[in-house]
């Protein structure tokens, strides 16, 4: 967008020649000399278009002593459509796409960009209306001069208001785009063929691939630590289920994750190392997760902090847990796998205990 400045302010300022005019000259020209010592290829630079538009702009004033207002719209015109036709040539949609391939957003940017450029035409056909206008009036009064010097000005209060607009505008998706979260979407071996955003997935339609889920079980002395829910994004209705699950974002591995799920919770002096499971497919009302599952063994239940309101966290028995399982007491991911976790790793427990 900020290329497209120079080019705005000229346009206000082209009636009006003298000093400003042959110093915006001066460093448009040098701009361009500039761009063609250190040019590398691969494309033209927005700032030599820029520079380009700022000299076709000013061939008014240099090849017309006294230019009528309709030689300053005429030239005018003439000097975009100019600029326009060697962009789409230099600076075409191959290159803008190749600007932005480093960019986390891409996407949206191509789509902020064209949308951009859409208007820009707009404005540019509208003007154009306008100098028929003034050529089928023909007027020359005081009020024909009048209605020229308005023809001159209007277009170019018009991009600068949309340039206003413009900036702002993208400051405020940039600033959201920032604060975002990113859910990745991935195919059953983990590996990513796109992505979603966090706040959108509910209201968008279900995607082709998996939506990754970390979920981290506390257990201690045979007890698996619990707290209750009313309604959350990874459950559908009041159940008890581990406090330790998220979604998995793009900034974070799902180690990372799990660490982070148990430091928030975890009291103890040293730091505990979570330990990964195993990796599952769940089907949650219609739609397919990948969920990580990890295990965090303390060795005394005192070593978690307790759950803030309005959830209610205790430690509750395996036996305790296996008599309600058929039930709706526990989510539906708890309910696939205590069953794994008490042939494995409870079973370990129960042996190593008796051993000793």
């Not at 042959?22 to 520079?51: D, K, N, Q, S, Y």
């Not at 240099?62 to 789409?88: D, G, M, N, Y």
């Not at 900036?167 to 990513?192: C, F, H, N, Q, Y």
Request: aromatic fraction near 10%.
């Amino acid at each position: 967008m900020g290329g497209f400045l120079p080019i705005i302010l000229l346009l206000l300022l082209l009636p009006y020649t003298g000093m400003v005019v042959a110093w915006t000259a001066g460093a448009a020209l040098l701009l361009v000399l500039r761009a063609i010592l250190l040019f590398r290829g691969g494309g033209c630079h927005p700032a030599m278009i820029t520079a380009l538009a700022v000299l076709a702009l000013l061939l008014p004033t240099f090849w017309l002593p006294q230019p009528t207002p309709f030689a300053h719209v005429a030239w005018s015109v003439v000097a975009i459509l100019l600029v326009v036709a060697v962009s789409r040539l230099f600076y075409g949609r191959k290159s803008v796409e190749d600007d932005y391939r480093g960019c986390p957003h891409r996407r949206l940017v191509l789509l902020e960009y064209n949308r951009i450029l859409r208007t820009v035409l707009r404005i540019a056909l509208f003007t154009l209306v306008l100098m028929g206008a003034y050529l089928y009036l023909q007027v020359e009064t005081r009020w024909g001069m009048a209605v020229a010097r308005w023809l001159l000005h209007f277009p170019a209060l018009l991009l600068l208001v949309l340039y206003g607009y413009e900036v702002i505008r993208l400051e405020w998706v940039r600033r959201k785009m920032l604060e975002e979260e990113w859910i990745p979407i991935t195919d059953a071996k983990g590996e990513s063929i796109g992505r979603i955003a966090r706040s959108e997935h509910e209201k968008t339609a279900p995607p082709t691939g998996l939506l990754p889920v970390v979920r981290l079980i506390a257990i201690s002395d045979g007890m698996i630590y619990l707290s209750h829910y009313c309604e959350c994004d990874l459950c559908t209705g009041d159940c008890y289920d581990t406090p330790f699950f998220s979604w998995l974002t793009t900034d974070r591995e799902h180690g990372e994750m799990a660490q982070s799920l148990i430091d928030e919770r975890f009291c103890g002096i040293k730091r505990l190392q979570p330990r990964f499971l195993l990796r599952y497919v769940h089907n949650d009302n219609g739609e397919d997760r990948l969920v990580y599952l990890y295990l965090a063994h303390m060795s005394a239940p005192d070593m978690i902090l307790g759950d803030k309101d309005p959830r209610q966290g205790k430690w509750w028995p395996v036996d305790q847990i296996e008599e309600q399982l058929s039930g709706l007491t526990f989510s539906p991911y708890l309910r696939s796998e205590v069953p794994y976790l008490r042939q494995t790793v409870l079973l370990a427990e129960r042996l190593k205990n008796h051993h000793e």
